[in-house]
């Protein structure tokens, strides 16, 4: 069974740093291409980062040079490192399992809540 | 980059009532376009792929239509577990763009 569950979420003051984690099963997330996708309280979807199969990595705008996506396949776990967290950056981050670049599994989701 | 704008935002509708949600491109995606089903809490949920190809175990009752900047997605009969919000995705270019949801209520 394919499943992806995430964890290192939590309350982190503006500038702070954290790191997401996304453990996969029933697949090799190295054959895959891997995002992070988010969403603000009340507000609608936000793709945020993928790694490709190839390891080849991109990032939306919003997060770029701030955020850095990678993978571990030993673990078959994928990342996000978070640095100078900002309050927009609040959200539930979802990881999710890229087929052709739709996402066809995702996680239940993990709440980053950046807040002094 | 592209922009992906649903509508409308909200509907409100009855149960067995035919429901048709709209999703407009700002430049030609081909039929690289997704439907998402998303409930209160819980994770979003694949129906759609490729604008029309329903994913397995989805049931036929939704519908995904259209070309280039415009697409469809249709519920022919609204049931109970049908009320969520849907979300639209382009998969053309990256970055990948989100639709800012329809949320379907009880009428």
């Known amino acids: 069974e394919v499943q992806v569950v995430e964890s290192g979420g939590g309350l982190i003051q503006p500038g702070g740093s954290l790191r997401l984690s996304c453990a996969a099963s029933?697949?090799?997330?190295?054959?895959?291409?891997m995002s992070w996708v988010r969403q603000a309280p009340g507000k609608g979807l936000e793709w945020v980062s993928v790694v490709y199969s190839g390891g080849t990595t991109n990032y939306a705008d919003s997060v770029k040079g701030r955020f850095t996506i990678s993978r571990d396949d030993s673990k078959n776990t994928l990342y996000l490192q978070m640095n100078s967290l900002r309050a927009e950056d609040t959200a539930v981050y979802y990881c999710a399992r890229g087929l052709q670049h739709f996402f066809d599994y995702w996680g239940q989701g993990t709440l980053v809540t950046v807040s002094s | 980059d592209i922009q992906m704008t649903q509508s409308p935002s909200t509907l409100s509708a009855s149960v067995g009532d035919r429901v048709t949600i709209t999703c407009r491109a700002s430049q030609s995606i081909s039929s690289w376009l997704a439907w998402y089903q998303q409930r209160p809490g819980k994770a979003p949920k694949l129906l759609i792929y490729k604008a029309s190809s329903l994913e397995s175990g989805v049931p036929s009752r939704f519908s995904g239509s259209g070309s280039g900047t415009e697409f469809t997605l249709t519920i022919s009969s609204l049931q109970p577990d049908d009320f969520a919000s849907y979300y639209c995705q382009q998969y053309n270019t990256y970055p990948l763009a989100f639709g800012g949801g329809t949320q379907v209520e009880i009428k």
């Open positions: 029933g697949f090799t997330v190295s054959s895959n291409h």
